[in-house]
């Protein structure tokens, strides 16, 4: 099956159904539709979508607070894994959180999550720490990437992507 046309664009209300339904099948711990609504409603968030053809096939999401920017979710569909859509995803989210002030950047992995762990390496994050038990079933690592506001930072990751 090829893949078609993606369009990464904000998340809407309309996209928490698919997105909740995504989690269901495809991930240990899904969220509901309900915590994407809410995280919608939420102050300081960022949420973008990838669509393909009106299909939601992955998304990332932010919080943002005061200079920080928390990846709070990115999930790519299993079909659509290892062609570059996380990295497109983890490119629009950073650059959207720096216009709205981020300056650094965080998020916890699954320790055992390679795939991840390797993305976020490559677009200048560092392990800082070990939450123990974070997951449940896995430690979680700590990762920070500094001064994402710097244009040489921005300008690096999109000729990578």
């Known amino acids: 099956m090829g893949i078609g046309m993606i369009t990464i664009r904000p998340f809407v209300e309309a996209d928490a159904a698919a997105a909740a339904e995504l989690e269901r099948r495809h991930q240990p711990t899904p969220w509901s539709e309900r915590v994407f609504r809410d995280e919608l409603e939420a ?27 928390h990846v709070t979710n990115l999930f790519v569909e299993p079909g659509h894994r290892r062609t570059g859509l996380g990295r497109r995803l983890m490119v629009e989210l950073i650059a959207e959180a720096v216009v709205q002030g981020a300056r650094h950047l965080t998020l916890e992995v699954r320790t055992r999550n390679e795939a991840a762990r390797a993305l976020y390496a490559s677009l200048g994050m560092a392990p ?34």
């Open 128 to 161: 800082v720490g070990i939450r123990p038990g974070y997951y449940g079933d896995d430690d979680a690592l700590i990762m920070w990437a500094h001064d994402i506001d710097r244009p040489d930072f921005l300008e690096r990751l999109r000729g990578k992507a």
């Open 43 to 69: 102050p300081s968030r960022i949420y973008l979508a990838a669509d393909e053809d009106g299909v939601l096939v992955g998304y990332a999401g932010a919080m943002l607070v005061m200079e920080e920017a």
